[in-house]
């Protein structure tokens, strides 16, 4: 069983930035891959990072690419996304995500998920 919980969710500027924090608790197999989703206002989760647990190869949205990265420490257990110039379309809450199984970006393939932490982006 994996608990995840995430952390560092809050309200600021366009332009601005935010660091989001996901601690995993449990065994994660170098196999799995772990994911950030956002789940807009009136809109259905979608697939933003991610990163694969044992080699790091890193993955993003089109809407992210050159603006967030993501990275893992597997000593803490802890996957991180650094949002820079940050925009109100990427307002949401954000989910961190574990499949067992390997790289996806639907969220039906995931195994674990965690609370969320909203993000706001005024303009």
């Known amino acids: 069983q994996v608990q995840l919980v995430e952390s560092g969710g809050g309200v600021v500027k366009a332009g601005d930035s935010l660091r989001l924090s996901c601690a995993a608790s449990g065994r994660i197999y170098s196999s799995s891959f772990m994911g950030w989703f956002r789940r807009a206002p009136g809109k259905e989760r979608e697939f933003v990072s991610g990163?694969?647990?044992?080699?790091?190869?890193?993955y993003y949205a089109d809407a992210v690419k050159g603006r967030f990265t993501i990275s893992r420490s597997t000593g803490q257990n802890t996957v991180d996304l650094q949002m820079n110039s940050l925009k109100p379309e990427d307002t949401g809450v954000y989910y961190c995500?574990?499949?067992?199984?390997?790289?996806?970006?639907?969220?039906?393939?995931?195994?674990?998920w965690g609370q969320g932490t909203q993000v706001t982006v005024s303009s």
């Open positions: 990163i694969r647990w044992g080699v790091g190869n890193t």
């Open positions: 995500a574990l499949n067992r199984n390997g790289l996806a970006t639907a969220a039906k393939e995931y195994n674990y």
